[in-house]
C-alpha cells in the first residue's frame, strides 16, 4: 500500500490533471489526451481514494456529478467525405482559382455563388423520408461524433422537410453551428458569475455545447445555425447551387441571407472585401467569404482532391489570431500604486499592427490563463478592441517553466506591496513611490487634467530621478533655465515648458481635482464637485454625507474623496499647489441642468466636425457623462464614420443612435 504522505501528493497531481484535462476537453475543445488515458487517470485516483478516504476532499472531481469527462460521442462514417476548403489569401489568388477553372473548362460560363465563412462547428444533417435522423459533427473528415439529440435542441434546425424538399428520399445537408456574438457574452458573463470556466471565444462556446454529452445542458446554450451545402438529394431535382440555396430557405433552414450569386471573379473579389470590412457589424465571427462555382454540373466536372473540392475557394480575411511567446512578465505601477502586470512579447504582426506587449490585468487573471515566461500563447485583436491574450497553448510549454507569482514587493521602489482583501489588484504602499510620481505627474499634465503641453515622459523620468520634484507644487517652482538643464531639452522648447506649466495655473478647481488622480475621481466627478463647492476650502471642509448628496457621486467616491482630504500628506500637497499661486476656485459653472443631464452618451466612429475631445466637452457641458461601452443603461449611441460594433450594440439593445447633426442639434445650447 501506498504511504500516506506519497499518496497525497499523488492524488494532488490526479486531481489537477483530471481539471487541466477537462477544461481542455469541455472548455477549449482541444483535448491532449486520448480517451483512454484519461480512463487511466480517472481510475487511479479513484483507487487511491477508496484506500485513503481520509484524503478525500470536497473539490475531488470524483466528489461532483460533473468531475468526470464522458466517454466519446458514437462515430459516424460519413457517407460522403466532408473536405476542407483550398485558402485564397488576395485578390490575386482569387484571379488564379478563376484562371485554373476556365483552363479546366474552357467553354464554360461560369458562374459564382459567394457565402460569409462562418467561424463554428461544421455539422451535417441527414434526413431519411422527410425526417432528421443523424446529426454528426465533421471529426477528421471520414468519421464524425454522433450529436443527434444535442442538434435536435437547436430550434432552427427543421425535425421534418416540407417545402420543395418535402419529398426528397434521402437527404443531407451540411452547415456550420455557432453563437452569435451577444449570446456568447451573455453566456459568459452568467458562467463567470456562477464561478465557472469562461470560453475563450464563441467557436469554442458552440463547440462546447454541441459536444455536451448532456442535452439538457446543450438546449440551455443560445445556438444557431446556417446551412450551405447540400451533399447527398434523391432525386436531384436542382441544377445550381444557388437554387438549392433557395430550397433550403423555402425548407425552412437557416441560410445565410449575405449570400450572393455574380456573374465574374471580380465581383466575387468586391464582395470578398466588401464583407471584410463589415466583418464587425456581423452578429457571428467571420473568418472569411467561400466561393462556389454555382453549375452542379460543373463542379461535378471539376472535382476534389483529397483535400478539398476543385470548385470552391475560401477567400480568407486578414487574421486577428496569432500566436507568439512570452519574453517576461512584467509589473506596471500605476498613479494609484496599482501593480499591474503585462506580457512581453516576441513582436507579432496581427491586423495590420505589431503587437508587443498585452496586459494581463491582474494576478487572478494571470492564475486563471496560468500563463508562464516561455510559454507559446494565442493572441487577438478584434475590430477596435486592445489585443489581448486568449489562451497558453500548453502543449508547446516548455518543460520547467514555472508558475508566475506576484512580486511581495513593489519593483519600482521595493516597498511591500498589498492586495486589500475584496480586490482582485496588488498595490505597492509608498506614498512616495517614484513610479506612482512620474504615472501621476503625466496625468497632471494630460490634456484633459492641467493641459501643460510638452511635460512629456522623458522630462518627467528626469525629474523626479534628480528629485527635483516630489510633488505637483514643485513643477511651479522650476524655472526655463533649471529645465534646460535636462538632456533631450533644448533652450527653445525648456522655456516653452516652463511657460505651458505657468499657463496652467489658471485652469481652475476641476481641471486640478481631475489632476490629482484620487481614487475614482475622473473628469465627471471632478466637475460636479467643482460645481458644487465652487473652491478648494469648501470642498476641503465638506462632511462625507455632504459629498454623498451631490447627484452623480455615490457613496464610494465620497468616501474616497473625504478620506483624501482625511491625509495630511495630501493637505500638504494642497497647500502648496495655492502657495504657488494655483486658481483653485471654479468659475461660470452652470448650475443649470443641461440637455443631456442625467444621460449617458457613448461615441463610436469619426465625427466630420468635432475631435472626440471637443464631442466629450460638449457632453460634459451638455450635463451628461461619456462612456466607453454600451449597455440598456446607455442613453446615446452618437454613431459617427465607419462605427464600429458598438453601433450594433445600440441596434441590439434598442438604445436610441444619432448621427453627428442629430447630436450637435442636441447639444446645440451648450456649444
Ligand atoms: S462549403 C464541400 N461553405 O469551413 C463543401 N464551408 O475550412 C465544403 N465553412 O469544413 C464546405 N462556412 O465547416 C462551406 N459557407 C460555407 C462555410 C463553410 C464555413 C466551414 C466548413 C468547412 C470549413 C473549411
Redo the contacts with the bound molecule.
Keep these: 500500500m501506498t504511504k500516506p504522505a506519497d499518496a497525497a501528493e499523488r492524488i494532488e497531481a490526479l486531481r489537477e490533471a483530471i481539471h487541466r484535462h477537462n477544461y481542455l476537453y469541455y472548455a477549449e475543445n482541444r483535448p491532449e489526451i486520448t480517451d483512454a488515458e484519461y480512463d487511466r487517470l480517472w481510475k487511479e485516483l479513484r483507487a487511491l481514494e477508496e484506500a485513503h478516504p481520509e484524503l478525500i476532499t470536497a473539490d475531488s472531481p470524483t466528489q461532483s456529478p460533473s468531475g468526470r469527462r464522458q466517454e466519446a460521442f458514437a462515430p459516424v462514417e460519413h457517407l460522403t467525405a ?4 483550398d ?1 485564397a489569401m488576395s485578390p490575386d489568388d482569387l484571379r488564379e482559382f478563376e484562371a485554373r477553372l476556365r483552363r479546366a473548362a474552357p467553354q464554360a460560363k461560369l458562374d459564382f455563388v459567394c ?8 455539422v451535417a444533417l441527414l434526413y431519411e423520408r422527410g425526417r432528421f435522423v443523424r446529426g454528426a459533427t ?1 471529426g477528421d ?1 471520414r468519421i464524425g461524433e454522433d450529436v443527434t439529440q444535442n442538434l435536435r435542441t437547436i430550434k432552427t434546425i427543421p425535425a421534418t422537410l416540407r417545402g420543395p424538399l418535402e419529398n426528397a428520399k434521402r437527404f443531407e445537408v ?3 453551428v455557432y453563437m452569435p456574438r451577444g449570446a456568447f457574452a451573455k453566456l459568459n458573463a452568467r458562467l463567470e458569475e456562477a464561478g465557472e470556466a469562461t470560453f475563450a471565444n464563441p467557436r469554442n462556446a458552440a463547440a462546447g455545447a454541441v459536444r455536451q454529452k448532456d442535452p439538457a445542458i446543450t438546449a440551455t446554450r443560445p445556438l444557431e445555425i ?1 446551412l ?2 447540400v ?1 447527398i438529394l434523391e432525386p436531384p431535382l436542382f441544377d445550381t447551387h444557388w437554387e438549392r440555396l433557395h430550397a433550403l430557405e423555402k425548407s425552412g433552414f437557416p441560410v ?1 441571407p449575405r ?1 450572393e450569386r455574380y456573374p465574374d471573379i471580380e465581383a466575387v473579389v468586391a464582395y470578398g472585401q466588401r464583407l471584410e470590412a463589415e466583418r464587425d457589424q456581423l452578429d457571428y465571427e ?1 473568418d472569411g467569404a ?1 466561393v ?1 462555382v454555382n453549375d452542379l454540373e460543373q463542379q461535378r466536372r471539376l472535382g ?1 482532391t483529397a483535400h ?2 476543385r470548385w ?1 475557394i ?1 477567400f480568407k480575411f486578414a487574421a486577428r489570431q496569432a500566436t507568439t511567446t512570452v519574453k517576461a512578465i512584467i509589473i506596471n505601477v500605476g498613479k494609484t500604486g496599482a501593480l499591474t502586470p503585462a506580457a512581453e512579447l516576441e513582436p507579432v504582426e496581427l491586423s495590420g499592427v505589431t503587437v508587443s506587449n498585452v496586459s494581463l490585468h491582474n494576478e487572478d487573471e494571470i492564475h486563471r490563463k496560468d500563463v508562464r515566461v516561455g510559454d507559446t500563447v494565442l493572441i487577438e485583436r478584434a475590430g477596435d478592441v486592445i489585443p489581448y491574450l486568449v489562451q497558453v497553448i500548453t502543449s508547446k510549454r516548455p518543460p520547467g517553466a514555472v508558475s508566475f507569482r506576484m512580486p511581495t514587493h513593489c519593483p519600482a521602489c521595493g516597498a511591500p506591496a498589498e492586495r486589500p482583501e475584496g480586490e482582485a489588484i496588488w498595490r505597492c504602499t509608498n506614498v512616495a513611490c517614484p513610479a506612482q510620481l512620474k504615472e501621476r505627474l503625466f496625468h497632471w499634465g494630460s490634456r484633459r487634467a492641467m493641459d501643460i503641453e510638452h511635460l512629456g515622459e522623458s522630462v518627467i523620468e528626469q525629474l523626479v530621478d534628480r528629485e527635483v520634484v516630489k510633488d505637483f507644487g514643485d513643477l511651479y517652482e522650476l524655472d526655463a533655465e533649471q529645465l534646460a538643464g535636462l538632456e533631450r531639452l533644448a533652450a527653445k522648447s525648456a522655456k516653452n515648458l516652463a511657460d505651458a506649466i505657468q499657463a496652467s495655473k489658471q485652469r481652475g478647481l476641476s481641471r486640478v481635482l481631475n489632476g490629482l488622480g484620487i481614487r475614482m475621481v475622473g473628469e465627471r466627478a471632478a466637475q460636479l464637485l467643482a460645481a458644487r463647492f465652487g473652491n478648494m476650502d469648501r470642498l476641503e471642509q465638506a462632511s462625507q454625507e455632504e459629498l454623498g448628496e451631490i447627484p452623480g457621486i455615490g457613496p464610494k467616491i465620497a468616501e474616497s474623496v473625504h478620506g483624501f482630504f482625511q491625509m495630511d500628506r495630501n493637505r500638504k500637497t494642497i497647500r502648496h499647489l495655492r502657495e504657488v499661486g494655483l486658481d483653485l476656485s471654479e468659475q461660470g459653472v452652470s448650475h443649470e441642468p443641461g440637455p443631456l443631464t442625467g444621460k449617458t452618451v457613448v461615441l463610436t466612429g469619426g465625427l466630420r466636425t468635432l475631435s472626440r475631445d471637443q464631442a466629450k466637452d460638449l457632453i460634459l457641458r451638455a450635463g451628461g457623462r461619456v462612456s466607453g461601452s454600451v449597455s440598456k443603461k446607455t442613453s446615446y449611441v452618437v454613431a459617427g464614420e465607419d462605427p464600429g460594433s458598438k453601433a450594433d450594440d445600440a441596434r441590439r439593445l434598442g438604445v436610441a443612435l444619432l448621427d453627428e447633426d442629430e447630436f450637435l442639434k442636441l447639444v446645440a445650447g451648450a456649444r
Aim: glycine share 12%; charged share 20%.
Design positions: 466532408m473536405l476542407s476548403l485558402n457565402e460569409p465563412k462562418i467561424d463554428g462547428l461544421g465533421r473528415g451540411r452547415g456550420e446556417f450551405y451545402h451533399s445565410n449570400s467571420a467561400v462556389k476534389a478539398h473540392p470552391a475560401a
